[in-house]
T-cell receptor, first 111, second 114 residues
């Protein structure tokens, strides 16, 4: 079945450093979503990517969808303590409306 | 205040006992979902419902049951057949069950075994 893996599993950065998490699917995706879960909280939707090679930005966050639509990345520039949390990608294959969530990357930002 | 309400926040289950987790939404969403989250793992889909009076098994449905008698409510029962129920359970809803649906999550229920 479809699998979605994320790397790294954990990342500790100093405040102000950049951070990137990568999401890789075993199958071609129709679209991919990114969610953020703060410690002790619940996932909150960040963004959705649909087109091959698509790049979207939200302030310091840059999201990319691979040309082959099998991978995606989230890059945070100049991390802040408010960026702490676990970032999940969720991919959907064609022929289904279900999303498969990645394993998540837990980000810690050291002040 | 629109949103998804899960209760209780913490729940303890005795061996052989069935327990029911509540999920209510006032977003007028058609689709609802139940996920299980274990430490270091992503969210795994237990059951989902595209519309009232209809639901389908997700990837890890064994030992769980659901009902969808009302649009607003999607309770999850963890049965005694679920041998490893300790986890964080998240309920979510989306406006419709289509390709671009965005899921909105409740605050979750932490279930532990006594």
């Amino acid at each position: 079945g479809q699998q979605v893996m994320q790397i790294p599993q954990y990342q500790h950065v100093q405040e102000g450093e950049d951070f990137t998490t990568y999401c890789n699917s075993s199958t071609t995706l129709s679209n991919i979503q990114w969610y953020k879960q703060r410690p002790g909280g619940h996932p909150v939707f960040l963004i959705q990517l649909v087109k091959s090679g698509e790049v979207k930005k939200q302030k310091r966050l840059t999201f990319q969808f691979g040309e082959a639509k099998k991978n995606s990345s989230l890059h945070i520039t100049a991390t802040q303590t408010t960026d702490v949390g676990t970032y999940f990608c969720a991919g959907r294959s064609s022929g289904t409306y279900k999303y498969i969530f990645g394993t998540g990357t837990r980000l810690k930002v050291l002040a | 205040d629109g949103g998804i309400t899960q209760s209780p926040k913490y729940l303890f289950r005795k061996e052989g006992q069935n327990v029911t987790l509540s999920c209510e939404q006032n977003l007028n969403h058609d689709a609802m979902y139940w996920y299980r989250q274990d430490p270091g793992q992503g969210l795994r889909l237990i059951y989902y419902s595209q519309i009232v009076n209809d639901f389908q098994k997700g990837d890890i449905a064994e030992g769980y049951s659901v009902s969808r008698e009302k649009k607003e409510s999607f309770p999850l029962t963890v049965t005694s057949a679920q041998k490893n129920p300790t986890a964080f359970y998240l309920c979510a809803s989306s406006k419709v069950f289509t390709g671009g649906n965005i899921q909105y999550f409740g605050a979750g229920t932490r279930l532990s075994v006594l």
